[in-house]
């Protein structure tokens, strides 16, 4: 089952970032797979495909204690592995004290965290273009456990539990 832990952005901010997705499409002549608006979002961990569910919601339960409500900021324009290189593009959220310590929370052996909402992935490396943007920020008051269906009638994000943020 491949589940991950993370947050989905509000209505404004899922069409702030489409808005920016749709200008980088251009300037790359419409090379690679482009994710659907509606499934844009920020996996904080990902789980894998084995995992159980009792067992990453246990995982969620501990980081998600004590943990605020904060205004997530979507700020610049990158790639995995670097943005002359790009086979990932995204858009990287500021190191926000609260975003990072969640982070850290769901996966201890993660030091250097790169929160980041995924806009198009490449079979072959791009140089990423800038795209000058107003800085997208939604408030995160939920994190959530997803199941990702990748094929078949059920294919899509299905939200399994959510835990609020004070």
Not at 54 to 71: G, L, N, P, Y
Not at 91 to 107: M, Y
Not at 119 to 133: G, I, N, S, T
Request: charged share 30%; proline share 7%; glycine share 6%.
């Amino acid at each position: 089952m491949r589940l991950f832990g993370g947050v989905f952005p509000d209505e404004d901010g899922r069409d702030r970032a489409a808005t920016v997705a749709s200008a980088l499409r251009e300037l790359l002549h419409g090379k690679g797979r482009w994710v659907k608006p509606e499934k844009l979002h920020i996996t904080l961990k990902f789980f894998g495909d084995e995992a159980s569910v009792e067992d990453a919601a246990e995982q969620i339960e501990r980081a998600v204690q004590d943990a605020k409500a904060f205004t997530l900021s979507l700020d610049s324009i990158s790639a995995f592995p670097n943005p002359s290189r790009g086979r990932i593009l995204f858009l990287a959220a500021s190191e926000d004290e609260a975003l990072v310590s969640l982070c850290r929370r769901l996966d201890e052996s993660d030091r250097d965290p790169k929160p980041h909402l995924t806009l198009a992935r490449f079979e072959r490396p791009v140089r990423v273009p800038q795209v000058d943007f107003e800085p997208i920020e939604y408030p995160v008051t939920e994190l959530l456990l997803v199941q990702s269906v990748l094929s078949g009638p059920d294919a899509g994000y299905h939200v399994l539990r959510r835990w609020p943020l004070r």
